[in-house]
């Protein structure tokens, strides 16, 4: 079912004559369409109204992801892609390049992976995607061509007979690399992990939100980590803000929850969920402690603090 | 009073060299190291150093500050200049750093199959990259410049 949806502030009438034109255009394709205009800020609306409906796929125009200006004072699918509870469908309606995508089907995707527990998540999504629509994953690392051979090994160990992966690789800095690569060999989809993406949006080092502010085609970002407890899966955790502090909580296989404090015991910066290896591990001096916290690996002598120990 | 402020001032300098020494030698050993388990083994034990060197520059810090309020030093441009510089040098040489030593670290884990994260060729490059000559040259020539501020006090 294709949910069109509408955030306003004021003008309610203003809202639903957008939905009913949108509705008008959405129905020659879609058997089902629904409408719903929802009163708040609107990408609060958005995701809030994406995680009421349970939807598999969250889509938004462009508009304001590109240019420093934007980046710094945000907009509204640049704050939806940081909480997006669901994938996100990112469509570039702001470029030159909109109105000849417009109609088409994507017959190219770029898949942007590292052969970790969440790209190959993305992985197989894309592939779900390229079988219903005929586009074929391409599969995209970035970094030294030896090392990409590791990773389309590990893919293919993992996901796909090797046979059956088209792969390619650029060096230099990833998020460049693969925008360069997508626009230059005529892409019409990039897709990516969401992984680093909930972090927050002036996290301008991870490589989903750099792809997401450089692009120039459509970008899938599909939901490999979560944004907040109840969303994670048995055996999966995530760093979530709760009352402004960051917890490390992780679900058992058995689906107990277990809440750290997510600041690495050595130095105090917080740490991130490795979900190949289920450990938290600490960027700033390579600390690292197993799901339950305990310290497996130094500089740390000690396991990471309850979340009110930390706290006091 | 100023003496033993300016006693804990040159302790911290001598406990942040001392600390932070163990990084720097780390740093110029992995360039010609390449066998993975020792080059861990290198940047486990430079990051071990970092408690002591972090809290060695508290001490250097704030007995300097302290001593140049008992000195009335904070009248001459030289104590702002040495802070600043110290200041744009530490802003410095933790992305240079940090960074390098976070790349290499990662390359050199290993994949839950067992296979490498990164390939020799890939390491290889890292560890000869110029990244460790360009910090050596920030950090010590920056430290001199600041040393010759102390001693010289030129302003």
Redesign the interface.
């Known amino acids: 079912m294709l949910l069109i949806a509408t955030a306003y502030r004021d003008a309610a009438d203003r809202a639903q004559e957008i939905l009913a034109t949108s509705a008008r255009a959405a129905r020659d394709s879609w058997p089902r369409v629904d409408v719903r205009a929802v009163r708040g800020e609107p990408a609060e609306a958005m995701v809030n109204l994406a995680r009421d409906e349970r939807a598999d796929l969250l889509i938004v125009g462009n508009k304001g992801m590109t240019g420093r200006v934007a980046f710094l004072l945000g907009s509204v699918p640049d704050r939806i892609s940081h909480s997006a509870p669901c994938d996100l469908l990112i469509v570039k309606t702001a470029s030159d390049d909109a109105a000849r995508h417009s109609e088409t089907m994507y017959r190219r995707m770029l898949v942007a992976t590292d052969?970790s527990q969440t790209s190959l998540q993305a992985v197989r999504r894309a592939h779900g995607l390229g079988e219903r629509t005929g586009a074929k994953p391409v599969l995209f690392y970035a970094?030294?061509p030896?090392?990409a051979?590791?990773v389309f090994?590990?893919v293919a160990?993992?996901y796909l007979p090797a046979g059956m992966l088209q792969t390619a690789s650029g060096r230099g800095d990833p998020a460049d690399a693969i925008c360069r690569f997508a626009q230059d060999e005529g892409y019409d989809l990039i897709v990516v992990g969401n992984r680093g993406m909930l972090d927050g949006r002036f996290r301008i080092g991870t490589i989903p939100n750099r792809v997401s502010h450089q692009a120039r085609t459509d970008l899938l970002i599909v939901k490999t980590t979560s944004a907040s407890i109840d969303e994670l899966a048995n055996g999966e955790g995530a760093v979530i803000r709760i009352g402004g502090e960051s917890i490390a909580a992780y679900r058992d296989d058995s689906g107990t929850v277990h809440r750290l404090s997510a600041r690495c015991a050595?130095?105090g910066c917080i740490v991130g969920w490795n979900a190949?290896?289920r450990t938290w591990d600490c960027?700033?001096?390579?600390?690292r402690y197993d799901a339950l916290g305990t310290v497996i690996?130094?500089?740390a002598t000690t396991g990471l603090a309850k979340p009110d120990e930390a706290q006091g | 009073m100023y003496s033993w402020v300016v006693f804990l001032h040159v302790a911290g300098v001598f406990g942040f060299l001392l600390a932070h020494g163990a990084s720097v030698a780390a740093m110029f050993k992995l360039r010609t190291e390449r066998k993975r388990e020792r080059i861990r083994t290198l940047?486990?034990l430079s990051?071990?150093s970092?408690?002591a060197f972090?809290a060695s520059i508290v001490v250097l810090l704030g007995a300097g500050i302290v001593a140049g309020f008992i000195g009335n030093w904070w009248r001459m441009l030289w104590i702002w200049i040495s802070l600043g510089l110290f200041l744009v040098i530490a802003g410095s040489m933790y992305p240079l750093a940090?960074g390098y030593f976070?790349r290499i670290?990662i390359a050199v884990e290993t994949?839950?199959?067992g296979?490498?994260?990164?390939?020799?060729?890939?390491i290889d490059?890292l560890l000869g990259s110029s990244r460790p000559l360009l910090v050596a040259l920030v950090g010590f020539g920056g430290i001199l410049v600041i040393l010759w501020l102390m001693i010289l006090k030129p302003f």
């Not at chain 2, 296979?115 to 890939?122: D, I, L, N, Y």
């Open positions: 052969a970094g030294h030896k090392t051979e590791i090994n590990e160990r993992a050595h130095m190949d290896e960027p700033c001096h390579g600390s690996h130094g500089p | 940047i486990e990051a071990t970092m408690t972090y940090s976070r670290r994949r839950p199959s296979a490498p994260m990164a390939s020799a060729e890939e490059e």
